[in-house]
Nanobody, 124 residues
Framework: VQLQASGGGLVQAGGSLRLSCAAS????????MGWFRQAPGKEREFVAA????????SYADSVKGRFTISRDKAENTVYLQMNSLKPEDTAVYYC??????????????????WGQGTQVTVSS
């Protein structure tokens, strides 16, 4: 599985960004997808995940009500719509693919596949 993330950038607090992650690979259909982030000096943390088959979702408490994860099955792409951004959302965002239940992702540090990361910077 190969993951290609895009869509990061610089935005003012209160603004919005949409991240995209295009997936490819022969075995892709068996994996769920999601996003993690890593701020400078901090560990990588779970942000959101989506079940590829059903569209069921899971979010970190810090982003609930502000971020929305979705997927386009025809395009093999997962999106992260980020609204009401805060300076503490500043991080490198990584998309991930893994066969384990998305309800467990918040406790996982290592995923089967990672994208290359995209920088999100929120200015105050």
């Amino acid at each position: 599985v190969q993951l290609q993330a895009s869509g990061g950038g610089l935005v003012q607090a209160g603004g919005s960004l949409r991240l995209s992650c295009a997936a490819s690979g022969r075995t892709f259909g068996t994996y769920d997808m999601g996003w993690f982030r890593q701020a400078p000096g901090k560990e990588r943390e779970f942000v959101a995940a989506i079940r590829w088959s059903s569209g069921g979702t899971s979010y970190a408490d810090s982003v609930k009500g502000r971020f929305t994860i979705s997927r386009d099955k025809a395009e093999n792409t997962v999106y992260l719509q980020m609204n009401s951004l805060k300076p503490e959302d500043t991080a490198v965002y990584y998309c991930a693919a893994d066969p384990r239940k998305i309800s467990t992702w918040s406790s996982l540090a290592i995923m089967n596949y990672w994208g290359q990361g995209t920088q999100v910077t929120v200015s105050s």
